[in-house]
């Protein structure tokens, strides 16, 4: 690891083949999950496994459609990315690109052919938005996350900026305050021509 590494723990991560080992670090501000990319997608053939020039075939979406609990730490990883970058200096617009509007760009959902899609605070934009209280700190409590499989790489972590409420597409999905979610309305979202790795 060098200096602009932090790992916050080592876990083990249950996939598709059983519990293997996995860091979770964040460098330079990205949060990551390292771990075998065949743990990820049991690929039959050659022609599943993602390349640059490659979209995920079928194959692959269903296996990510069928994953475990989902994406053990996304419910904790823009307080985690904001504390590793609180203690780096950095300014809370360097942390919405890495967790918004690098993404968004990256899957190829931002805004294009004068839409403003996902990523940004636009008009005609998507109303994906988070009331985010930056100096909150908070103990992170696995058992008390709202994904379905209680485990965090974060568990017992210390974590400044917390999330009180979350909107997709303008309807509050998530609120500190009670239990507003109901039944999840999200569905998978797919640019054009599939996901480019």
Same mark, same amino acid.
């Given at each position: ?12 991560? =249950?996939? $598709? ?12 501000? +990205? ?23 490659? $979209?995920?075939? $079928?194959?692959?979406?269903?296996? +990510? @459609? ?7 730490? =996304?419910?904790?990883? =823009? ?17 919405? *690109? ?24 636009? +008009? ?11 100096? *909150? ?5 696995? *058992?008390? =996350?709202?994904?379905?499989?209680? +485990?965090? $790489? ?16 303008? @309807? ?19 640019? *054009? ?5």
């Amino acid at each position: 690891m060098t200096d602009p590494d932090l790992v916050i723990r080592s876990e083990r991560v =249950l996939t $598709a083949q059983g519990f293997i080992p996995a860091a979770v670090c964040v460098t330079n501000g +990205v949060i990551t999950a390292i771990l075998p990319i065949d743990a990820v997608i049991d690929a039959p053939s050659k022609t599943d496994v993602a390349t640059p020039d490659q $979209a995920p075939t $079928a194959t692959a979406l269903r296996k +990510v @459609r069928l994953a475990w609990g989902g994406i053990s730490g =996304l419910q904790v990883s =823009l307080a985690a990315v904001w504390s590793a970058g609180l203690a780096r200096g950095l300014g809370l617009e360097q942390v919405v *690109e890495w967790m918004s509007a690098a993404p968004a760009r990256f899957v190829g959902l931002a805004g294009h052919d004068g839409l403003a899609g996902k990523g940004a605070i636009a +008009v005609g934009a998507d109303a994906d938005l988070v009331a985010f209280a930056p100096a *909150e700190e908070f103990l992170v409590d696995a *058992e008390s =996350l709202r994904h379905k499989n209680k +485990v965090s $790489a974060f568990d017992g972590a210390l974590l400044v900026g917390r999330v009180h409420t979350t909107w997709l597409a303008g @309807r509050e999905v998530f609120s500190v305050y009670d239990d507003v979610a109901g039944r999840p309305t999200g569905a998978l979202l797919m640019p *054009e021509g599939g996901i480019r790795f």
